[in-house]
Each structure stands twice: as structure tokens, then as C-alpha cells.
């Protein structure tokens, strides 16, 4: 029974190997398409080398036409100094004789003058 | 291996190795054809060499059955990456029969062919180089790359499997 199914399987490869062998490209044909790919190949290799090559050339000259242009980004703190609405709490009362110096003879000499 | 030597080994082998790139490719003729060439290139650039560890058609058909894997998983790169198919070349057409080739089929190779594509990869390669190209189980094996153990197991439940699928077939 086994041996019979066995058999029977076989048949139907042998037909399926048959009709497979029926259109096989022809041997001489698959070589020249493979040696063909094999040119084609190192051809788009080149083509994507030029690809990355070109990417990064653009990238290096871009950001040292940046650099020569004074790209470096100046911020002048003094434009953009920012004030807080409770900024006035941190003013202590009398704070401007501490900031400013004081003068000695000016008094004696607004006594005289009265 | 001289060059002229290797191809003639080639030549030789060259229908059952078209026949085994099928079977590597779900009968996608098309796809076939392209990974006979692409494991063909392998051989006479010498990026895959035969060192007689094994018969010739043994290594000749596991070259074949890695590069169809190889073209699969670039197929699926192909799907799922933008830009991978600009990268990776076309893709290969649809080499599914013409219809007038798909009517004269014969019957029985159609309901064969439907069955083994209901087993799983490794039954439907270890049956295909079997019985339709004549190795042993053990050479079966050394191309599809599991153990001589695997391969058996593969063998014995692929058989059934398509015993009984192709009873179904013709019920």
C-alpha cells in the first residue's frame, strides 16, 4: 500500500519534471543574462557611490558657506533681556543710596549758602 | 574548478537545477529565472566554491536555496522600505503561467502543484528533492540545511500530508 502511494507520488513529480523540463530557459541564455547582471551590478553600485559622494559634498560646502557667512548665531544679551512683572518686589526701599555714592561737601556747602 | 569545467558541470545540470529554483520560488517562472542567474553569477565569479565536502548538484542546489531566500527577504525589503526597490533594482515581473500554458496543464500536475503549496517550505523542499529530483534524504538534507533527523521528519509528514491533501483534491 505504501510502496503503491510511493509510486504514485513519483508519477506525479515525474510529470510535474516533465512538463518543468519543457520550459527551461536555455542554459547558454541563463549564463549570458548572469554575466550581464554582473556588469549591471558594479554599474549601480557606482551610481549610488556618486549619489553619497554628491550628498556629502553638498553637505560640507553648505556648512562652510554657513561658517564663512558669519553663521555663528550672536545673541546681544542686552536686547533681550527680559523683565518679570514681579521685578519691582526685588527693589528694596533706599535701594538707590547703595547704588549711588555719596557726597561729602554738599551739605556744608548748602548750609552756607542758607 | 577550471572555468570551462565548472560550466559544463553546470550545463549538465542545468534542468533540474531550473527545476529546483521552481520549486525554491513557488513555480514563479520569472522568479526562477532570476535566482538561477543570480546563483549561476555566485558560481562562475567564484563568491560560492565548491570545496567537495558534498556531490556537485548537492552544493549547486544548496547555492540555489540560499539564493532564493536571499531573494525573498530583498523582495520583502523591496515592500517595506521606501526607496529600497530605487536601491535594490527592479523587481522581477509575475512569471505565473499564461493562461493557455495554465489550461494545457495537466490535471493531475495542477492538483499536485496546489497540494505542495499547502505544505509548509521545508516538506514541500525535502518531497520536491525526493521524488522529483531523485536524491537521498540525506542529500536533502545537506541542501536544505537541517539534520539528517529533521529531514526525515520532514519527509515522513510532508508524505502524508500530501497524500492526504491530494485525496482531497480529487474527491
Same mark, same amino acid.
Given at each position: 500500500?505504501?510502496?503503491?502511494?510511493?509510486?504514485?507520488?513519483? $508519477?506525479?513529480?515525474? +510529470?510535474?519534471?516533465?512538463?518543468?523540463?519543457?520550459?527551461?530557459?536555455?542554459? $547558454?541564455?541563463?549564463? +549570458? +543574462?548572469?554575466?550581464?547582471?554582473?556588469?549591471?551590478?558594479?554599474?549601480?553600485?557606482?551610481?549610488?557611490?556618486? /549619489?553619497?559622494?554628491?550628498?556629502?559634498?553638498? /553637505?560640507?560646502? /553648505?556648512?562652510?558657506?554657513?561658517?564663512?557667512?558669519?553663521?555663528?548665531?550672536?545673541?546681544?544679551?542686552?536686547?533681550?533681556?527680559?523683565?518679570?512683572?514681579?521685578?519691582?518686589?526685588?527693589?528694596?526701599?533706599?535701594?538707590?543710596?547703595?547704588?549711588?555714592?555719596?557726597?561729602?561737601?554738599?551739605?556744608?556747602?548748602?548750609?552756607?549758602?542758607? | 574548478?577550471?572555468?570551462?569545467?565548472?560550466?559544463?558541470?553546470?550545463?549538465?545540470? &542545468?534542468?533540474?537545477?531550473?527545476?529546483?529554483?521552481?520549486?525554491?520560488?513557488?513555480?514563479?517562472?520569472?522568479?526562477?529565472?532570476?535566482?538561477?542567474? #543570480?546563483?549561476?553569477?555566485?558560481?562562475?565569479?567564484?563568491?560560492?566554491?565548491?570545496?567537495?565536502?558534498?556531490?556537485?548538484?548537492?552544493?549547486?542546489?544548496?547555492?540555489? #536555496?540560499?539564493? #532564493?531566500?536571499?531573494?525573498?527577504?530583498?523582495?520583502?525589503?523591496?515592500?517595506?522600505?521606501?526607496?529600497?526597490?530605487?536601491?535594490?533594482?527592479?523587481?522581477?515581473?509575475?512569471?505565473?503561467?499564461?493562461?493557455?500554458? #495554465?489550461?494545457?496543464?495537466?490535471?493531475?500536475?495542477?492538483?499536485?502543484?496546489?497540494?505542495?503549496?499547502?505544505?509548509?517550505?521545508?516538506?514541500?523542499?525535502?518531497? &520536491?528533492?525526493?521524488?522529483?529530483?531523485?536524491?537521498?534524504?540525506?542529500?536533502?538534507?545537506?541542501?536544505?540545511?537541517?539534520?539528517?533527523?529533521?529531514?526525515?521528519? &520532514?519527509?515522513?509528514?510532508?508524505?502524508?500530508?500530501?497524500?492526504?491533501?491530494?485525496?482531497?483534491?480529487?474527491?
Amino acid at each position: 500500500m505504501k510502496e503503491r502511494d510511493d509510486r504514485h507520488l513519483k $508519477q506525479a513529480f515525474e +510529470a510535474l519534471r516533465r512538463e518543468a523540463a519543457a520550459g527551461t530557459p536555455p542554459f $547558454q541564455g541563463t549564463v +549570458a +543574462a548572469a554575466r550581464a547582471r554582473h556588469t549591471a551590478a558594479p554599474r549601480r553600485a557606482l551610481g549610488l557611490a556618486a /549619489v553619497v559622494g554628491a550628498a556629502i559634498v553638498a /553637505v560640507v560646502s /553648505v556648512s562652510t558657506w554657513r561658517a564663512r557667512q558669519g553663521g555663528r548665531l550672536e545673541i546681544d544679551l542686552a536686547t533681550v533681556r527680559w523683565q518679570a512683572p514681579t521685578d519691582f518686589l526685588l527693589k528694596l526701599p533706599g535701594d538707590e543710596l547703595l547704588r549711588s555714592v555719596p557726597q561729602l561737601g554738599l551739605r556744608s556747602n548748602d548750609r552756607g549758602t542758607l | 574548478m577550471p572555468s570551462a569545467d565548472l560550466t559544463d558541470q553546470l550545463e549538465q545540470l &542545468h534542468v533540474t537545477a531550473f527545476g529546483w529554483a521552481l520549486s525554491c520560488c513557488d513555480w514563479d517562472r520569472s522568479a526562477a529565472e532570476d535566482v538561477l542567474q #543570480a546563483s549561476y553569477l555566485k558560481l562562475l565569479d567564484g563568491r560560492a566554491r565548491f570545496d567537495g565536502r558534498s556531490s556537485f548538484r548537492t552544493f549547486v542546489f544548496g547555492v540555489i #536555496a540560499r539564493t #532564493a531566500r536571499e531573494v525573498r527577504r530583498r523582495a520583502l525589503l523591496r515592500r517595506s522600505i521606501p526607496l529600497a526597490s530605487w536601491l535594490l533594482g527592479p523587481e522581477p515581473v509575475d512569471g505565473g503561467p499564461d493562461p493557455a500554458t #495554465a489550461l494545457a496543464r495537466a490535471d493531475e500536475t495542477a492538483r499536485l502543484m496546489r497540494a505542495l503549496g499547502r505544505l509548509s517550505v521545508r516538506q514541500r523542499q525535502v518531497l &520536491h528533492l525526493v521524488f522529483y529530483e531523485d536524491l537521498t534524504i540525506a542529500e536533502a538534507a545537506d541542501v536544505a540545511g537541517v539534520s539528517l533527523g529533521t529531514a526525515r521528519t &520532514h519527509y515522513e509528514r510532508g508524505k502524508a500530508a500530501l497524500k492526504r491533501l491530494l485525496e482531497e483534491e480529487s474527491e
